[in-house]
Nanobody, 122 residues
Framework: VQLQASGGGLVQAGGSLRLSCAAS????????MGWFRQAPGKERELVAT????????YYADSVKGRFTISRDKAKNTVYLQTNSLKPEDTAVYYC????????????????WGKGTQVTVSS
């Protein structure tokens, strides 16, 4: 199983990025997926998760109203639209996939991608 994250980069504060995570090796159409991030010197934290059906989403308070998670089951891909980016959003963003329909923390994830760097300049 591979989770390939892409879409990171350098952006000015207030800008936007769309992160993508393509899964291969098995289908996750019935399972929860999510995005997490880790800034230098900090622990990995949850950003957003989406249920297997796509009908339920969960966001960290710090990104509510600015980030949107979505998925395309046909493409076995999960997305994270990030808007109104702030310097404190700077981190390596990781996508992850679970083996259960709903998950709202990193401990429930079974597979992890390698991450994509997001840097927000002030």
């Amino acid at each position: 199983v591979q989770l390939q994250a892409s879409g990171g980069g350098l952006v000015q504060a207030g800008g936007s990025l769309r992160l993508s995570c393509a899964a291969s090796g098995r289908t996750f159409s019935s399972y929860g997926m999510g995005w997490f991030r880790q800034a230098p010197g900090k622990e990995r934290e949850l950003v957003a998760t989406i249920s297997g059906s796509g009908g339920s989403t969960y966001y960290a308070d710090s990104v509510k109203g600015r980030f949107t998670i979505s998925r395309d089951k046909a493409k076995n891909t999960v997305y994270l639209q990030t808007n109104s980016l702030k310097p404190e959003d700077t981190a390596v963003y990781y996508c992850a996939a679970a083996l259960k329909p709903v998950v709202t923390d990193l401990y429930g994830m079974a597979y992890w991608g390698k991450g994509t760097q997001v840097t927000v300049s002030s």
